[in-house]
């Protein structure tokens, strides 16, 4: 496959969509760079899978720290949610070289649609302070040692949120779920993470949002070494997406802080649907767009 | 993002925009043209960062004395180098 400039840029825009869609709901942008990568440029859905893998580190990398940096991110969360996935994303990885791409495309648009309506049904069950004149956003933002609870200033809804964590089982089986769908499918997994954390753990959306974006990176190199051994990763495919998601996750991350949580779950649950169907068509075999 | 960037544009300024595959082992072949090499190796270190994020999330805990949390993420990059390892030898 000859590469034009045109088709370069391409790439890249096709990654800088992703990546601003992927900041603002907590996701890698994999679920979007897979099927645009298969169904939009026709390239082999594993070569995509890598390509992805590293779009979702570009991701995590890029809009990552900006997070920690607002105090969204639940670090001991995510480190410990990151044990089962790491674990599920290496088991992805090596039981991918022998799974049919139909079967992928298949599992992934089943998953999607399953997540769309998780993330629907979720609320944010948190408790509210009132901020007074002395506390500041740095302040509030801070997680007890040794513990998973935190708390967080939110522009949008001018509150300081407390939660607690709970069902931390339910969510290590569900990592461990996103870190073999990520080794899979060449997500982060965040499309699985931020409900697991926003439902079933009871985390405030927008910081299971921001923990996921931080540790999808980790997810996704627990599984992309093992596609880059394999020569899946074709450089002057996945850099252009990289580069574009960057772009994109830089400037989703500072309009995440403006949007409110609702609104991100509607464009969260669109995202899947729409792209759910087109893996249906391609699973069967159905031409979409190129 | 850097040798990414300046791998795409050894490759486009070449012509040489052929999408091959590169496997790891690969990046230190002689034979491998300059912009491959260049957006490999980018790709390379872009994929050791989350790695050197929980190293480094390991040592503000063992700053902070949460024996717990250190003990997790010694758990992760555990995980994390055996996944570099079964790529080593695929």
Same mark, same amino acid.
């Given at each position: 496959?000859?590469l034009?400039?045109?088709?370069?840029i391409?790439?890249?825009v096709?990654?800088? =969509?992703?990546?601003?869609?992927?900041a603002?709901?907590?996701?890698?942008?994999?679920?979007?760079?897979?099927p645009?990568?298969?169904?939009?440029?026709?390239?082999?859905?594993?070569?995509?899978?890598?390509?992805?893998?590293?779009?979702?580190?570009?991701?995590?990398?890029?809009?990552?720290?900006? %997070?920690?940096?607002?105090?969204?991110? /639940?670090l001991?969360?995510?480190?410990?949610?990151?044990?089962?996935?790491?674990?599920?994303?290496?088991?992805?990885?090596l039981?991918?070289?022998?799974?049919?791409?139909?079967?992928?495309?298949?599992?992934?648009?089943?998953?999607?649609?399953?997540?769309?309506?998780?993330?629907?049904?979720?609320k944010?069950?948190?408790?509210?302070?009132?901020?007074?004149?002395?506390?500041?956003?740095?302040?509030?933002?801070?997680?007890?040692?040794?513990?998973?609870?935190?708390s967080? %200033?939110?522009?949008?809804?001018?509150e /300081?949120?407390?939660?607690?964590?709970?069902?931390?089982?339910?969510?290590?089986?569900?990592?461990?779920?996103?870190?073999?769908?990520?080794?899979? =499918?060449?997500?982060?997994?965040?499309?699985?993470?931020?409900?697991?954390?926003?439902?079933?753990?009871?985390?405030?959306?927008?910081v299971?949002?921001?923990?996921? /974006?931080?540790?999808?990176?980790?997810?996704?190199?627990?599984?992309?070494?093992? %596609?880059?051994?394999?020569?899946?990763?074709?450089?002057?495919?996945?850099?252009?997406?990289?580069?574009?998601?960057?772009?994109?996750? =830089? %400037?989703?991350?500072s309009l995440?802080?403006?949007?409110?949580?609702?609104?991100?779950r509607?464009?969260?649950?669109?995202?899947?649907?729409i792209?759910?169907?087109?893996?249906?068509?391609?699973?069967?075999?159905?031409?979409?767009?190129? | 993002?850097?040798?990414?960037?300046?791998?795409?544009?050894v /490759?486009?300024?070449?012509?040489?925009?052929?999408?091959?595959?590169?496997?790891?082992?690969?990046?230190?072949?002689?034979?491998?043209?300059?912009?491959?090499?260049?957006?490999?190796?980018?790709?390379l270190?872009?994929?050791?960062?989350?790695?050197?994020?929980?190293?480094t999330?390991?040592?503000?805990?063992?700053?902070?004395?949460?024996?717990?949390?250190?003990?997790?993420?010694?758990?992760?990059?555990?995980?994390l180098?055996?996944?570099?390892?079964?790529?080593?030898?695929?």
């Amino acid at each position: 496959m000859i590469l034009s400039i045109p088709l370069i840029i391409a790439l890249a825009v096709a990654g800088a =969509l992703a990546g601003l869609l992927g900041a603002l709901v907590g996701i890698g942008g994999g679920l979007i760079v897979v099927p645009v990568l298969v169904l939009g440029f026709g390239v082999d859905i594993k070569i995509a899978i890598a390509s992805s893998l590293i779009a979702v580190v570009a991701s995590s990398t890029a809009s990552g720290s900006v %997070y920690i940096g607002k105090g969204l991110t /639940n670090l001991r969360l995510g480190m410990l949610l990151e044990v089962a996935t790491t674990i599920g994303g290496i088991t992805g990885g090596l039981i991918a070289v022998y799974i049919s791409p139909t079967v992928i495309s298949a599992l992934f648009a089943i998953l999607m649609m399953v997540t769309c309506v998780l993330i629907l049904k979720t609320k944010d069950p948190v408790k509210r302070t009132t901020m007074t004149e002395f506390q500041s956003a740095s302040e509030l933002a801070k997680e007890d040692v040794g513990k998973l609870s935190g708390s967080y %200033y939110d522009p949008y809804l001018k509150e /300081n949120i407390h939660y607690d964590v709970k069902n931390v089982p339910l969510g290590s089986f569900l990592s461990f779920f996103a870190g073999v769908l990520s080794g899979l =499918l060449g997500v982060g997994g965040g499309f699985i993470k931020v409900p697991a954390m926003a439902l079933g753990m009871k985390v405030p959306m927008k910081v299971a949002a921001a923990t996921s /974006n931080l540790m999808i990176g980790v997810t996704a190199i627990s599984s992309l070494f093992v %596609y880059f051994a394999r020569g899946y990763v074709q450089p002057i495919i996945a850099a252009p997406v990289a580069l574009g998601v960057v772009g994109g996750a =830089l %400037y989703g991350t500072s309009l995440a802080q403006k949007v409110s949580p609702k609104l991100l779950r509607k464009i969260f649950a669109a995202i899947l649907v729409i792209v759910a169907v087109q893996m249906v068509f391609k699973a069967l075999g159905v031409s979409v767009g190129r | 993002m850097i040798l990414m960037m300046m791998g795409l544009v050894v /490759n486009m300024s070449t012509g040489y925009n052929e999408a091959v595959p590169v496997a790891m082992f690969e990046l230190f072949d002689e034979s491998l043209m300059l912009g491959d090499r260049l957006l490999g190796f980018g790709v390379l270190i872009l994929s050791l960062t989350p790695a050197i994020r929980v190293i480094t999330l390991t040592i503000l805990w063992t700053r902070e004395k949460d024996w717990k949390f250190v003990g997790i993420s010694i758990v992760v990059i555990t995980a994390l180098i055996i996944s570099v390892a079964l790529g080593g030898h695929a």
